[in-house]
């Protein structure tokens, strides 16, 4: 069985600072990794994926995640927030064991940040 | 903005009624599934299909059903609409894989009174 969780609901950061999302998940096989941002009554951006290779991943809009493989985390990050990043995020996995194409969304961390 | 479109974008219906849902998918893309979004929950997942097949069904009774059109659109069916059946219904689409992102519609918003 595969499983994501998304420990906080709500991240306040200020702007300029830099933010970081977190993400642990669950599987039998190898994961296959993903994180997705919602703005208000909007459909879910893919932002970024792990698939294999590097720990570390770059994404859309200057954000990047580290996946840690004894920790089971893959955590969002980036250096500098804006305003803008205010938004819903979404980390999602993917078991590679037994195929299946079926992803779990975490519930989502709404991320504030700050003028 | 990703080529998914959905119609229509809010809908109000009545508990006892059923419901269409339509979703154009992405040029190119073979794959489409479906989720529902309740408020301040994550999506959860309904159905896949795939060359206008079902390819795999989240915990979802049968009164949830689909279908994926030879251009790849697709349509999500709900019969007889509970009041829990409130949320917003993305579509997504993808190509073939498991390592692939999806790219979602904006949504449809389903109001049951």
């Known amino acids: 069985a595969q499983s994501v969780a998304q420990p906080e609901d709500q991240v306040n950061v200020a702007e300029g600072n830099p933010l970081t999302v977190k993400c642990t998940y669950s599987v039998s096989g190898n994961p296959y990794l993903f994180w997705y941002v919602q703005y208000p009554n909007r459909g879910l951006q893919f932002l970024l994926k792990?698939?294999?290779?590097?720990?570390l991943v770059k994404g859309s809009y200057g954000f990047e995640a580290e996946f840690n493989k004894s920790q089971t985390s893959f955590h969002l990050k980036k250096p500098s927030a804006l305003v803008s990043d205010s938004a819903l995020y979404f980390c999602?996995?993917?078991?590679?064991?037994?195929?299946?194409?079926?992803?779990?969304f975490g519930r989502g961390t709404s991320l504030i940040v700050h003028p | 903005e990703t080529g998914v479109t959905q119609s229509p974008t809010h809908l109000i219906k009545t508990r006892g009624q059923q419901v269409t849902l339509r979703c154009s998918s992405q040029s190119g893309h073979n794959t489409v599934s479906w989720y529902q979004q309740a408020l301040g929950q994550g999506p959860q997942f309904i159905f896949q299909?795939?060359?206008?097949?079902?390819?795999g069904r989240g915990n979802f009774p049968p009164r949830f059903s689909g279908l994926q059109f030879p251009n790849y659109s697709s349509e999500l069916n709900v019969n007889a609409l509970e009041l829990d059946d409130s949320a917003l219904y993305l579509c997504?689409?993808?190509?073939?894989?498991?390592?692939?992102?999806?790219?979602f519609g904006q949504g449809t918003r389903l109001t049951v009174v």
């Open positions: 792990y698939i294999t290779g590097d720990n």
């Open positions: 299909y795939y060359r206008e097949e079902e390819n």
């Open positions: 997504a689409s993808s190509q073939t894989g498991q390592h692939v992102e999806a790219f």
């Open positions: 999602a996995v993917r078991d590679s064991f037994g195929g299946s194409y079926i992803p779990t």
